[in-house]
């Protein structure tokens, strides 16, 4: 069974801390990596996406991908009471494109 | 950026009654849709993905004839829950993939289906 897995929280951070979000995935084929925010009741909004071993900044966000050890994260700085939600990690279904598996999420509170 | 329109937004209705949910691509055509279903506190599953023209595929544990998939043109894609029971109670989420992206998936806003 393929899965990605993340810790469900709730993680709580202070106003202007460092949040950071991890996640494993099984499948060793996977190419494509994304990190997805949702608020309740809401559909998910494309955060960050990630594609070769590193980091890849954009804005407050870095994400980090490790392949030999199937591990994804995504740091948020200088995080801010809107960053809470819950974000969702996604891995591609081994090359299948738009095909992907989601972890079950980890809820982010930032206290103001 | 790549924009998909989903409605409605939220629907109550009695158990055994059908319900049907649209999903378009404003802005571009989509040869490939995909249905997702969001328990609470769960994560999204995939249920379907959908091909303009030719027959869903469906993921394990979902029944075709319950929830059918037509996507007739380019743009649209319909899931039909048949004969709904209060555990189809669910978010439902469409998708589909810009062609001019890499695998980047937009989500529809979502079906809040609640069945009484």
């Known amino acids: 069974q393929k899965e990605v897995e993340q810790n469900s929280g709730p993680l709580s951070v202070p106003e202007g801390a460092i949040a950071s979000l991890n996640c494993t995935y099984s499948?060793?084929?996977?190419?494509?990596f994304f990190w997805y925010r949702q608020y309740s009741g809401k559909s998910p909004e494309l955060i960050m996406s990630?594609?070769?071993?590193g980091d890849k900044e954009d804005g407050r966000f870095t994400a980090q991908l490790n392949k030999a050890s199937q591990y994804v994260s995504l740091l948020i700085r200088d995080s801010q009471p809107s960053d809470s939600a819950t974000y969702l990690c996604?891995?591609?279904?081994?090359?299948?494109?738009?095909?992907?598996?989601f972890g079950k999420g980890t809820k982010l509170s930032v206290k103001p | 950026g790549a924009v998909v329109s989903q409605h409605p937004s939220w629907v109550i209705c009695k158990s055994g009654t059908s319900v049907k949910i649209e999903c378009r691509s404003l802005?571009?055509?989509?040869?490939?849709m995909f249905w997702y279903r969001q328990f609470p506190k769960q994560s999204l599953m995939l249920m379907a993905t959908?091909?303009?023209?030719?027959?869903?595929?469906?993921e394990q544990g979902v029944e075709k004839d319950k929830f059918l998939i037509n996507h007739a043109s380019l743009t649209l894609s319909t899931l039909t829950v048949t004969s709904a029971h209060p555990e189809d109670s669910s978010f439902y989420i469409c998708?589909?993939?810009?062609?001019?992206?890499?695998?980047?998936?937009?989500f529809g806003s979502g079906t809040q289906l609640s069945v009484l």
């Open positions: 998708s589909a993939t810009n062609p001019r992206g890499r695998e980047k998936l937009f």
């Open positions: 996604a891995v591609n279904r081994g090359g299948s494109q738009g095909n992907l598996i």
């Open positions: 499948d060793r084929g996977s190419q494509s």
């Open positions: 990630i594609y070769s071993n």
């Open positions: 802005d571009f055509q989509a040869t490939t």
């Open positions: 959908s091909n303009e023209g030719s027959k869903a595929t469906y």
